[in-house]
């Protein structure tokens, strides 16, 4: 897979990608994540991306321009599947949205910046606009990096377990159940006996059973998912 990242900080978005399960995955050449500058494909001397918005209102306006050049640029050695925008009005990021994008090729992420982009970009440029959450960030950076790493850590060889990936909380609409490691007593503190039974049929169920009531309890709305008239 590879991820082109268009940015006006490109520089913000590094350090996530250095580290652990995601630097990884570039090691081993699962994946490819570029950043692109905005600026580059300014036509001004102040490598200007953004302007006044039409009608007057606070804040600034990412150009068309700029972001169409960008975009042009990288379509004109690969094709895309998604070009996407990461926008707070976009669809709400789920974990059945990064099981899907972890199967495509190559991808787009365009990060906004001050009040957003002319919407003619939305229009015209953009093929899906994905939000991490009901909040407004700064800019788009860091919810890039959150959506990237719920995809790379999907795709096959990235984990070294490649099962463990189908546990997390999120699949089947479920929250994962208690979990516990060594030792088996502490100060009183003990892990149940289930999980030390070495009954694995018993133990599946008990986090099955352990996964719905947490869901019911911590997440409401995901357990009437899972639980559909």
Request: glycine content about 6%; hydrophobic content about 40%; proline content about 5%.
């Amino acid at each position: 897979m590879r991820i082109d990242i268009i940015s006006v900080i490109p520089d913000l978005l590094r350090s996530p990608f250095e580290h652990s399960i995601v630097k990884r995955a570039q090691e081993k050449g699962l994946v490819e994540v570029h950043f692109v500058n905005l600026r580059d494909f300014t036509a001004d001397n102040y490598k200007s991306v953004d302007d006044y918005a039409f009608g007057g209102g606070a804040g600034m306006v990412m150009m068309v321009e700029p972001i169409e050049k960008a975009i042009l640029h990288l379509k004109s050695f690969r094709d895309y599947d998604e070009v996407i925008y990461l926008s707070p009005d976009g669809e709400l990021l789920e974990q059945s949205i990064s099981n899907q994008l972890s199967t495509l090729k190559n991808i787009i992420l365009l990060c906004g910046h001050y009040k957003g982009v002319d919407e003619r970009v939305r229009e015209h440029l953009i093929t899906r606009e994905i939000s991490i959450g009901n909040y407004v960030l700064s800019g788009g950076e860091l919810a890039a990096c959150v959506l990237c790493d719920s995809i790379i850590r999907l795709i096959p060889g990235v984990l070294n377990d490649e099962t463990s990936a189908l546990f997390d909380s999120f699949q089947d609409n479920l929250i994962s159940p208690p979990v516990y490691t060594r030792p088996a007593d502490y100060k009183g503190w003990k892990v149940p006996d289930i999980l030390l039974s070495g009954n694995q049929k018993k133990i599946d169920e008990w986090r099955m059973e352990k996964s719905i009531e947490r869901t019911k309890l911590k997440r409401p709305e995901l357990h009437k998912k899972f639980f559909k008239p």
